[in-house]
């Protein structure tokens, strides 16, 4: 989990004065006084000033829902671990559960913000309303996605497979793969109306309850749908990345079988769709032997490239109010702590989230890089000794002025790293950890530099 803190707008806000005519008694002397005496002060404060029971109110409401929030994206991270974990069996893993818990965990992290957002506001517009709508929610099973539950939308997947049952019931034919397969499509591309988004800019793209709501997804996504719905028809369907493609086909002892033409199409191309057909795709140019050839991707590689593509759409909108701060970006020098940060249009800025109110003016942050970082994590939980992906995370965590935790991610990189990339990265964490440093100097008063004798 993150361990970033938050800066939260306390309950405690500053009593206005008691009128004259507030008596307090003191001819009740038992150990419970004070709690007695501070219920008393309240009562009769809201009493006098009902835009500050409001508040009180609208400050308890929204402490309740910080902590269901909070609750739900540890119990996320903790539910996806368990089940990508190690100790469980490849097969058994399932692709929808743990993509809807990086869902539920994002989305309860948006909200989650969304409540500081408003909180924010509250504190420094004493008439301004919470905007907050009452959770009738206790537990993650609970929370809703897009309209639906976790096991609502598993249970989506379900019906979509009830539909392709029926379709071959209608069509009063026995369980040939080609029909299976075609009946499968039929449901998904037709009935359904599935499609895949040419370019991936908009996240609701990337999360599987969104694109079972919108129909619209990315490759990897509808494969993975492909994939969950001929499992729960008995079919194991397999894929590899060919390309810039993700390519499935239904596991056979026979590939040739797969590229034979029926009906102007292959079982291949029926489907993998355009792709194979399109002589500019490395996949046009696949046969029964390449096939063979090709490195089956587990389910833990599927989750994994779902993931990477979370980073790269997230940290894409993070970094384009700063032109060039991408990860593959050479490494430079960030801003001291004390310079002001660059103005952003706060036109395209989806979510923004006031860092410190007590300063001059607030100021604000994009919620995509840490949803990028987040992604990040989950991608190590799987691949815990890819250097390159540890290094990209520390990355994200330098530019995020995290430096205390880039050092230690780059540091463990650096032990993974093959010598050459370990010798780049060597005198930059040394910088790094100089920075942090200087920077825990000036969190402490100092002022001047950090000289080291």
């Not at 004493?126 to 539950?149: C, F, H, Y």
Request: glycine share 4%.
């Amino acid at each position: 989990m993150l361990s970033t803190s938050y800066w939260v707008p306390t309950a405690a806000m500053a009593f206005p004065t008691f009128p004259d005519h507030c008596f307090f008694r003191y001819d009740h002397h038992h150990r419970n006084d004070h709690k007695d005496l501070r219920r008393w002060r309240i009562r009769t404060t809201a009493a006098a000033y009902p835009l500050f029971s409001n508040q009180i109110q609208l400050t308890k409401d929204s402490s309740s829902r910080h902590k269901l929030y909070q609750e739900a994206i540890k119990t996320s991270r903790d539910k996806f671990t368990r089940e990508i974990s190690f100790q469980s069996k490849d097969k058994d893993i399932s692709l929808a559960k743990a993509l809807l818990y990086v869902a539920a965990e994002d989305e309860a992290f948006m909200s989650f913000n969304r409540e500081m957002d408003a909180c924010s506001i509250l504190n420094e517009r004493r008439n301004v309303s919470s905007p907050s709508e009452a959770i009738d929610w206790d537990s993650l099973e609970q929370m809703p996605l897009g309209g639906k539950t976790i096991p609502e939308w598993l249970s989506e997947l379900d019906a979509i497979a009830k539909e392709v049952e029926a379709e071959l019931v209608s069509r009063d034919i026995g369980c040939h793969l080609v029909e299976v397969l075609e009946a499968v499509n039929l449901v998904l591309f037709e009935s359904r109306g599935l499609t895949r988004s040419p370019v991936l800019v908009d996240s609701k793209h990337s999360y599987l309850h969104s694109v079972l709501s919108s129909r619209c997804g990315s490759a990897i996504l509808l494969s993975i749908i492909y994939i969950e719905v001929c499992r729960r028809l008995g079919l194991t369907i397999v894929g590899s990345r060919v390309g810039e493609d993700f390519l499935i086909w239904p596991q056979t002892g026979y590939p040739e079988e797969l590229f034979k033409v029926t009906s102007g199409h292959s079982l291949f191309a029926i489907v993998n769709g355009r792709c194979v057909e399109d002589p500019r795709s490395m996949a046009s140019d696949l046969t029964g032997t390449s096939l063979l050839g090709l490195e089956i991707a587990t389910n833990r590689d599927i989750i994994g490239i779902a993931l990477a593509n979370l980073i790269r759409l997230h940290w894409k909108r993070a970094s384009r109010s700063n032109h060039g701060l991408m990860l593959t970006s050479p490494l430079r020098h960030v801003n001291d702590a004390g310079e002001k940060p660059n103005m952003m249009d706060k036109s395209n800025v989806p979510l923004l989230r006031p860092q410190d109110l007590s300063g001059i003016r607030p100021l604000f942050r994009l919620m995509n890089d840490w949803l990028a970082i987040m992604a990040s994590e989950r991608l190590l939980i799987l691949q815990p000794h890819n250097w390159a992906l540890r290094r990209d995370h520390g990355m994200m965590l330098y530019y995020n002025r995290e430096y205390g935790k880039a050092v230690q991610e780059l540091s463990i990189c650096m032990a993974f790293a093959p010598e050459e990339e370990a010798e780049i990265l060597e005198p930059f964490v040394e910088k790094l950890h100089l920075m942090r440093l200087e920077s825990s100097w000036k969190s402490l008063g100092h002022t001047g530099r950090l000289t080291v004798p």
